[in-house]
Each structure stands twice: as C-alpha cells, then as structure tokens.
C-alpha cells in the first residue's frame, strides 16, 4: 500500500488543498452554503474512495456525511468519526496568508513543508487521512474490516444536533470500535497515543449597569462601571495559588494515583522550548502541579473573550452601559458539565456587586473521557503507531475537548480510539493554523495498520 501513497502523494495533498478552500465555518450563519458545499464535496470523495453507500443526512443544524463499505458480515466494523466544520478565522489580519488560500510553507518543526489554512489540522487534514487510508486499502483489496463513516459539521459549536442522530440512527451506525484522529502526537519523532480527553463547558456572562452609556465626566465616580465589576468578578474566579474558586468546582475531580502522574511526566518534555515556542518568560497555573499536568489532568477556567465600552479608533471618554464576557472551563473526570455549569452560574450572580444586573448563558460542553489502554481497540492503535514511526509509542492525556465521545459510549455502546497526528504547535484555533505533510501522509500511512491489528486482535 506504501507504494499506492507514494505514487499519489501529490494528488493527495491538491485534494486536500481544495477541502480547506471551503470556507466552512459553523459559527457563522453567512458560511451555511459553504457548509452545504463542504459535505457535498467529502461525501463525492467518499465515493470516489470507494465506499458503497454514502449519503448526506440532513439535521435540525449542519448535515452529517455518512458513508459505510460491508466487506465481510464476520468481519469487524470501525467507525470513523470527524468533523468537517472549522472555526472562525477571525482576526483575518493576524493571518501571514490568506486563512482559506491554502499555501504549503517550510517551517522549522515541519521542514518538509505544512500547509497553512484553517482546518489543516483541526480537522479536515485529519479526517481527509481517513479517506484517502480507505481509498488505498480499496484499491490494494486489502480492507481487513468493515467501515462506516461519520463525519459532522457542528463538531465547534457543540455538536448540538448529532445526539439526535446517532440516537435516531443507532442500527445504522453498529460497530465495534470508533477511531478518531482529532487529537495530538508529541512530536514528530515521538509517536504517542491520547488515553483520555478533558471535558467542556462553555459560558456567556453579560454584567449590565446603566440603561445607556454615560459621560465619565458627568457619571464617573457617581454610577457603576460594568467594565470595571466585570473585571473584578472575573478577577476573583481564581486564587492566588491558581485554583478556581467556584464553590464546588472540585468535589468530583478523580485525582490521578502517583504512578499515573509518573507515567505522564514520562513523556519527553522541555518546559524552556515549550516557553520560546509560545514567546512566554514563565508558566503559570495551579500550585502544586507541572506543566503538563496542568494541561492535561487538571480542570481549568478561562477567559476565551471580553468586550465592553468604545474599542475604536482614537477616544472616546463613555462609561459603558455593559460589559461582556465568554468563559470557558475544561473539565476531567468525574466532572459534569451540566452539574459544573449549575455551579457557575450560581457563583457567579453570587459575586456581582449589588450595582449591576448580571445574566449567565450556556453555549455548550461535553463530558470528559477516558479510554482503556488494555482494550482491542487501543492496542491496535499503539501496535500501528509503533509500526509506523519505528519506535515504541506514549500514552498521554489530551488537554482538549471532543464533547460528542463520552455520548458515542452513552448512546452507542462504544469506545472510542483517538488517534491523532496533528502537533499541539500546529495553531489549532489560532491565526496561522498548519498542518505538516509528514503527519498528513504518516496518518495515511498509519491508519491501515490499525485496521490490520484490529481485525488480528479482535479474532
């Protein structure tokens, strides 16, 4: 199959290239026809591939791409989960080249080149491995298990409408593992496999004080400043060793076992190029935890945006009528995002100053998760990572969020396999988001292996 990818390495990538040209973007209403576009065209390439149903499943939100290929009723299923949708590019002018002109550029931790576009890694370039790993495996007749596919567009914003369908589809979708690549190696000489995933809630709060702006000469003093109570609240949602202060935030956290913590500080880690890399002097966080641990193990609260008064050109001397503010908070296990949500908001009202009116608003959050490393599904995925970058790969913790996974177990019935090649540096979420050709093709390269030790494993 090697040699299948080599000779079409270059249409690969020109493929791929054309995906991320397709500005879909799910927070945005104005990107919904490109929404539709982007389905269109990864449900053709699905065909093309070779599956042999493929259809475009409209929801009350973005549609979902379904597509599966029964080669053999014995033989086992994986389905394949991602999604299609991206976030927003704002702010465009933080952009070195255009967010959705795709341009393949060297770069010192991808010097055989990544291509720059939002979604190259987050998570087009990783779902577009998937279909071109069954497209060779087709072509090869070496397909060792049946797949189904299941790619989503509102992945970013929640996955609001896909609990609905997969509850309404749960004949349609039977299988016996999910493999996900829409998570991170350490680094591209060392091959690692995320054992778990941290958990989301995501709030709006809105502190209001006066019914219009007002003159800061004329009310200033004599009026409270929204902007300033915001500040203040906001200011108080941690203490000074780190920790969040929410009443109850931490009743439920499991604390991992010394030998865990051990395991995960195994991993290769320079903390002083982790600093340069972000143009950082110091780390920051809770007390009593390392870096990664932090990231990884450790629940969070942060600010994701704050806005209120005159941020125009030049001055202009208000006392604004409201201060605004997205707060997001990633969770680990036992938390509950509904129950830490409750928690919030009741914190939060509690600790607004008597001066202002406050409102708190739930955009979305998804549950943390955790996969067993003695399982079929994650021995494969660590048998086929070893085999593929030639050395014995880590287990790890991801510090980010999939908040349909800990649902696919609920509903489903099924583990999920997270099987990332995207770098933690690769500006997910950020300007200037990449993705390097060698994860793209290592992750095509990769993927067939699994399928191979998963239908070994599963006899």
């Given at each position: ?20 040209k397709?500005p ?21 390439k ?28 014995s ?69 060792p ?40 190696i ?5 091959p690692?496999?995320?054992?778990g ?14 019914n ?12 409270a ?20 202060t ?66 125009g050109e ?17 969770l ?30 739930r ?8 996969t ?27 510090g ?60």
């Open positions: 199959m090697n040699n299948y990818l080599e000779e079409n390495k270059q249409r690969f990538l020109d493929e791929l290239i054309e995906f991320l397709i879909s973007v799910s927070a945005d209403p104005k990107f919904d026809a490109d929404m539709q576009n982007a389905a269109k065209w990864v449900s053709t699905l065909s093309e591939a070779g599956m042999n149903t493929v259809e475009i499943c409209e929801t009350a939100g973005q549609p979902v791409v379904y597509a599966e290929k029964i080669v053999d009723s033989f086992p299923t994986i389905l394949v989960y991602g999604h299609y949708d991206v976030q927003p590019a704002d702010p465009y002018e933080l952009w070195d080249s255009p967010p959705f002109e795709p341009v393949v550029k060297k770069t010192k931790i991808h010097p055989d080149g990544a291509v720059f576009a939002r979604g190259a890694c987050d998570d087009k370039g990783q779902i577009y491995m998937h279909v071109k790993a069954i497209e060779m495996m087709v072509n090869s007749g070496e397909l298990c049946n797949v189904k596919v299941m790619f989503e567009g509102e992945e970013e914003v929640g996955s609001e409408n896909l609990e609905t369908f997969i509850s309404a589809n749960k004949e349609k979708l039977k299988a016996d593992i999910i493999l996900i690549s829409d998570t991170s350490i680094a591209n000489d060392i690692s496999v995320e054992t995933l941290r958990g989301l809630a995501y709030m709006e709060v809105e502190v209001v004080g006066p219009r702006d007002l003159h800061s000469g004329v009310y200033g003093g004599a009026v400043n929204p902007a300033n109570a915001l500040s203040q609240m906001i200011a108080s949602l941690h203490d000074a060793e780190g920790k969040v929410v009443k109850g935030f931490y009743d439920k956290v499991i604390e991992l076992a010394a030998e865990e913590r051990d395991a995960l500080e195994a991993a290769p880690f320079n903390e002083e190029d982790y600093k340069d890399d972000l143009d950082v002097n110091a780390v920051s966080g809770e007390k009593g935890y390392t870096t990664r641990e932090r990231a990884a193990i450790r629940p969070t609260l942060d600010v994701n945006g704050i806005w209120s008064g005159y941020i030049g001055s202009k001397t208000v006392l604004p009528s409201k201060a605004n503010a997205k707060i997001s908070m990633r680990v296990p036992d938390q509950d995002w509904k129950e830490i949500s409750d928690l919030f908001e009741a914190h939060f009202k509690a600790i607004a100053p008597p001066t202002v009116k406050v409102k708190v608003s955009h979305h959050g998804g549950q943390p998760y955790v067993p490393t003695d399982s079929v599904g994650y021995q494969a995925a660590f048998k086929a990572m070893e085999e593929a970058f030639g050395k014995t790969p880590v287990p790890t913790r991801g980010g969020s999939i908040p349909i996974v800990a649902l696919f177990e609920e509903v489903l019935g099924l583990k999920s396999i997270l099987f990332g090649f995207g770098l933690d540096s690769d500006a997910l979420h950020s300007p200037n988001e990449h993705y390097g050709l060698f994860n793209y093709y290592k992750g095509i390269e990769a993927i067939p292996l699994f399928y191979k030790y998963f239908a070994e494993l599963s006899k």
